[in-house]
């Protein structure tokens, strides 16, 4: 069965600077997809950025990047200009393709501070 | 547009009580999932339904049982309340390409057995 390792049960940084989240997967298939979701406070799930595992190129959005290391079963995300806003539970959770399942981490709190 | 609609927000039972989880979303997706989220953990998925009339077991179903009826609404049972599942639980969809896909999320419905 795949997991999603997430090692890193809190971290924080400082308003403006770049914090790095990590997290490992195992799976012994090539065809598959990483998501980060976020989850503030107000506890709704919030997709922050998607890589497909066929596609070397990392994910960017906006402030939001990922190190995607295949070979390492590494997915790494960077958040820069960290802004208050970005305070939450950080999930990295992986969707084996073909399957109708999608497995979670335990998730980083990730406290930005003024 | 209201997305994925969870009620209640939350609830107290009694053990061996029973009660019923709504979910509906009104985006025509045809993938729905319930997730329960235990503290310090990541979401575990317990049903998924990938169109009306068809629902599958996750990875932690016993306790709970699903229907399918509309493609709109995804109701989770609890038959008989016990207090290890006290917990939140979410709801989600997506669209016809399925879990690879981003998956919109309710508020989520925390829930205490007592």
């Known amino acids: 069965a795949q997991t999603v390792t997430q090692s890193q049960p809190e971290m924080s940084v400082q308003e403006a600077e770049t914090v790095t989240l990590s997290c490992t997967y195992d799976?012994?298939?090539?065809?598959?997809?990483l998501f980060w979701y976020k989850q503030p406070p107000s506890r709704q799930m919030i997709l922050v950025i998607r890589?497909?595992?066929?596609?070397?190129q990392n994910a960017t959005e906006n402030r939001f990047s990922v190190n995607f290391q295949k070979a390492a079963k590494s997915f790494s995300l960077k958040i820069s200009d960290s802004q208050l806003g970005d305070t939450a539970m950080y999930f990295c959770?992986?969707?084996?393709?073909?399957?109708?399942?999608?497995?979670f981490g335990k998730g980083t709190k990730l406290t930005v501070n003024p | 547009n209201a997305g994925v609609t969870q009620t209640p927000k939350f609830r107290i039972l009694k053990i061996g009580q029973s009660m019923t989880l709504q979910c509906t979303q009104d985006?025509?997706?045809?993938?729905m999932y319930w997730y329960r989220q235990d503290p310090g953990m990541g979401l575990k998925l317990i049903y998924y339904?990938?169109?009306?009339?068809?629902?599958d077991k996750g990875e932690v179903p016993n306790g709970y049982n699903v229907s399918r009826s509309t493609t709109e609404d995804f109701p989770l049972r609890l038959e008989l309340a016990a207090p290890s599942q006290t917990s939140v639980y979410f709801c989600?969809?997506?669209?016809?390409?399925?879990?690879?896909?981003?998956?919109?999320f309710g508020d989520g419905t925390r829930l205490s057995i007592l």
């Open positions: 799976t012994s298939e090539s065809n598959y997809y």
């Open positions: 985006m025509n997706h045809n993938y």
């Open positions: 339904s990938v169109g009306a009339g068809i629902t």
């Open positions: 989600a969809s997506n669209s016809d390409r399925g879990p690879n896909q981003p998956q919109h």
């Open positions: 959770a992986f969707n084996q393709g073909g399957s109708e399942k999608l497995v």
């Open positions: 890589q497909e595992a066929y596609k070397q």
